[in-house]
């Protein structure tokens, strides 16, 4: 099963265009295209009944004390979490790519429609819909594609992983707004083969922040 893209170089930087977030003279940081990336892949598994796309986020910092504070960094030692960035499923088989941008453009306050989208596929809830649940004017249910943003304070560079998955399901087990972790337990003991693409992308101008732009 091989898995590629034409947005994404495996183990290289994430373009600006398609993250959430991109430095910003006046203001630290800004909104950025929000473009979902192409992906193609092939050699499916015989007996793949539909797929699933995961992008999570394994370098989210578990706590929040430090996030976004221009005194200070975000401690490289502070314990990591997942943050789901796009989670659909029931995609066909008898589909071989992704356009780029196909599943978004530009950043939507509140949050994109869902479950239901192309293909005859289902959207699950980002992790933006508990990051801006206290803000009045960002809180929503967010479903599909919304890109990297990590903290423009963090120390650790940021990594994305985009996993597509075969599955021996015609349509995987969740309903309603379901959410990563979700999808993950409903698939396991269903996946026939995966394979996933991994970019970098960090908004600390110590880091090299939009050199993947």
Known sequence: ??????????GAAISARLAAGRPDEASIVTFS?????HLAWSDLPAGTKSLALICHDP??????DDVNQTDREVPAELPRVDFFHWVMVDLPPTLAQLGEGEFSQGFTARGKAGPET???????????????????????????????FPPFNDSLVHHYVFTLFALDLERCPVEGAFTG??????????????????????LNRRLGAGAGA
Do not use: K
């Not at 295209?33 to 990336?37: G, K, Y």
């Open 181 to 202: 972790a979700q999808v993950r337990e409903a698939i396991a003991g269903h996946v026939l083969g995966q394979a996933s693409i991994t970019g970098s992308y960090t």
């Open 59 to 64: 370098d989210v910092p578990s706590r929040g």
């Open 33 to 37: 295209d929000n473009l979902s990336p």
């Open 118 to 148: 192309l293909h005859g596929a289902r959207h699950g809830l980002n992790d933006y819909t508990g990051w801006f649940a206290g803000n009045p004017d960002m809180s929503g249910s967010y479903f599909g594609y919304d890109g990297p």
């Open 1 to 10: 099963m091989q898995l590629r893209s034409d947005s994404l170089t495996d």
